[in-house]
């Protein structure tokens, strides 16, 4: 046998080992990523069913419905807002998520990350503790204590700080807090994990060339740690667009968010194409803005280069 | 000449103090300096001397616990780091990654909020002067350690520090380049006339680039001097030991006279030194010698020289390193000139007498 032949033959197998030992990740990542994204993408073109499902009839119906609403009588499409109100909605009320997170997160991560080596571990577990508890309990909790009846807006007015109670409950800013609260830790952990490998000597220098403290965050730290902010930032304001028991417990159902909106397509509407095609819309919305924010970060990094 | 010159930093009766209580650490124990202006100051020592912690006082980053530090006269101790018109190069550089070389050089002038033409020049200027001009646009992580060495040296210089303090700036490049860069940074301190304060472990260096050495050790500085007081006049055990090769004998003092002191050898030699202070006869004090200044004498081994037998010559290309067995068993080192072979070889079992240059013997004070 020649040695391009021995050569070729060990190659094959090493693609093939390769090959299986990544069979479960792809698998996994196919069937239950890929696939039903496909499934929603295919029912999003389809036409509802009187009870729920769907009739395998195509239509562009449900992106159509996003924008207009067909007149009862004649049928004629008229530019509707509704929808595109919640989204917006939606995007303000997971920014604004997003920012508080992030204002409180990163004090929180520089303070963990600036612990003694032997304490922080206990500090990154105690930021961890929430979440050992379903999101349901944890929001309906938080219910109790902003809800008007609750202890915040008493203990508020025993102090005599305010005559009658806040309205925090069922409201955007009720939504907020409760986004906030759920999502923290996603901002914190990532964040947590950038700073701790942050070159404090850096800070030292920038001190030494009569930066002050504001100038050594903003110029010197923030800069640094930005990767971490991104990804927390990601991390958060992902799920705060789609959150669906936050607004709906904590909104009250008032104030729909899209994550609230889908539901009720599955739900109360049946109108599981609409809901598909709102499901498509907002990812489709993030992944372009993903790749957009991408592509600029690999432009800045070959211009540098 | 020198001494004409004005202070740049008084340190007065500075301690430091870290951790309380029984776990106290001093790492400055009472260190009182004077460093002149437009001087190339060293402050030598082994790790855990102290040298690292008297450079962050003064640069602002650690407080002393007592004692103050004075800015051509001006006391600093209440101002931090970004107050203070002393800048800092970095053990590890320090240089930010996310900036360019040239915004790196460029960053003290922004905060010190001078005008971008302004900014320009300096940093062009400055560039030039460290040889990296035309590294500008590089990011500071794509450099060589002796290239990031000389933009850390250029950001510290950019805002024309009165003081510059350098952290063992050359410890982390290869021996080439440290050599190289030593003769660059004094050519620097003369052109720039700025004060350096320069902390090292490295002798050599300490020799080669200051005008004056602090030796330090526990916290203490043992002896102030130009590099040639402190090889060749070393006040104590320690200073003698840590700079350069040399030999110790300890003797007894027989008589002192008009500063001179007469002392015997455990083997019966006689010695003279320059007595230190407070030396009486029958004190028991250490000498040193250095190993370049004693000679060989074949012919004449009488009673009041020390008489040995070679031992093991070390051959070094530029010198051989003799190793002489002295008769009470201690063995002396001494250095011999290879240059003009015109010193009388001499081989393993040779008895030799050997001969101190004059004033080389070196009475300690401890």
């Known amino acids: 046998m020649s040695k391009r032949e021995d050569q070729l033959r060990k190659r094959h197998r090493e693609n093939l080992v390769r090959g299986t030992l990544l069979s479960p990740a792809l698998l996994t990542i196919c069937g239950f990523l890929i696939a039903p994204l496909l499934i929603v993408l295919v029912y999003s073109f389809l036409t509802p069913g009187t009870y729920g499902g769907v009739i395998w009839e195509w239509t562009f119906d449900a992106y159509i419905q996003f924008l207009f609403e067909r007149d009862i009588f004649d049928e004629s499409l008229v530019f509707s807002t509704a929808y595109l109100e919640i989204y917006s909605r939606s995007f303000v009320q997971a920014i604004v998520a997003t920012i508080a997170c992030f204002i409180i997160g990163f004090p929180t991560a520089y303070f963990i990350a600036t612990r003694p080596e032997d304490q922080k571990n206990m500090w990154v577990l105690l930021v961890t503790v929430p979440y050992w508890v379903n999101l349901l ?3 309906i909790s938080m ?62 220098a920038a001190y030494d060339l009569y930066a002050d403290r504001w100038t050594v965050l903003f110029k010197v730290i923030l800069p640094i740690c930005l990767p971490g902010v991104v990804a927390g930032s990601l991390l958060v304001f992902i799920p705060s667009l789609g959150a669906f028991i936050a607004p709906d417990l904590l909104g009250g159902g008032k104030n729909l968010m899209i994550g609230n909106l889908i539901a009720l397509q599955f739900q109360g509407s049946r109108n599981w194409p609409f809901g598909s095609a709102a499901a498509m819309i907002v990812m489709s919305v993030v992944m372009v803005a993903l790749i957009v924010y991408t592509r600029q970060q690999t432009r800045t990094r070959i211009q540098v280069h | 000449m020198v001494e004409a010159k004005s202070s740049a930093v008084l340190i007065e009766h ?176 003369e052109e720039t006339g700025i004060t350096f304060i320069f902390v090292t472990h490295d002798q050599e260096e300490a020799l080669t680039m200051s005008d004056r050495i602090a030796v330090m050790s526990d916290g203490k500085v043992q002896q102030v001097g130009t590099p040639k007081d402190i090889y060749e006049r070393p006040i104590n055990h320690f200073v003698a030991d840590f700079i350069g090769e040399t030999n110790f004998f300890d003797v007894t003092v027989e008589g002192v006279n008009g500063g001179k002191a007469t002392c015997v050898a455990p083997g019966g030699a006689r010695l003279a030194a320059e007595a230190v202070e407070g030396c009486k006869v029958g004190d028991t004090v250490s000498l040193s010698v250095r190993p370049e200044r004693i000679r060989f004498s074949q012919d004449g081994a009488h009673g009041d020289s020390l008489n040995g037998v070679i031992e093991r010559p070390i051959y070094l290309g530029t010198d051989t390193h003799y190793h002489v067995r002295l008769p009470d068993g201690v063995s002396v080192l001494v250095r011999v000139q290879n240059a003009h072979g015109g010193a009388k070889p001499v081989t393993v079992g040779d008895k030799v007498a050997l001969r101190f240059d004059p004033g080389a013997v070196i009475m300690l004070m401890d």
Do not use: W
């Open chain 1, 143 to 204: 219910l109790f204590l902003i809800r008007n009846e609750g202890p915040l807006n008493h203990g508020l007015q025993s102090i005599g700080l305010i005559d009658s109670p806040i309205q925090i409950a069922y409201t955007n800013f009720g939504v907020g807090i409760g986004l906030v609260y759920s999502y923290l830790p996603f901002m914190v952990l990532p964040l947590y994990a950038t700073i701790e490998r942050f070159d404090f000597r850096l800070v030292e």
């Open chain 2, 14 to 189: 500075v301690v430091k103090q870290f951790g309380e209580g029984d776990r106290a650490v001093h790492a400055l124990a009472d260190v009182s300096l004077n460093i002149r202006d437009n001087e190339f100051f060293t402050l030598l020592g082994p790790s855990g001397c102290g040298k690292t912690t008297l450079l962050r006082c003064i640069a602002g980053f650690e407080q002393p616990t007592d004692g103050r530090i004075l800015l051509f006269g001006d006391e600093i101790d209440e101002l931090p780091p970004n107050k203070r018109p002393v800048n800092t190069v970095f053990q590890h550089y320090a240089l930010f990654p996310h900036m360019t070389v040239a915004a790196n050089v460029g960053f003290g002038p922004r905060m010190l909020k001078r005008s971008r033409s302004e900014i320009e020049s300096v940093v062009e200027r400055i560039l030039k002067l460290v040889h990296m001009d035309h590294l500008a646009d590089r990011r500071s992580t794509q450099l060589s350690g002796g290239q990031q060495q000389r933009v850390a040296l250029a950001r510290a210089l950019a805002t024309q520090p009165e003081v510059l303090l350098l952290d063992e700036p050359l410890s982390a490049l290869d021996l080439k380049l440290r050599q190289q860069m030593r003769v660059e940074l004094k050519q620097l301190q």
């Open chain 1, 137 to 139: 309990i944890r929001t």
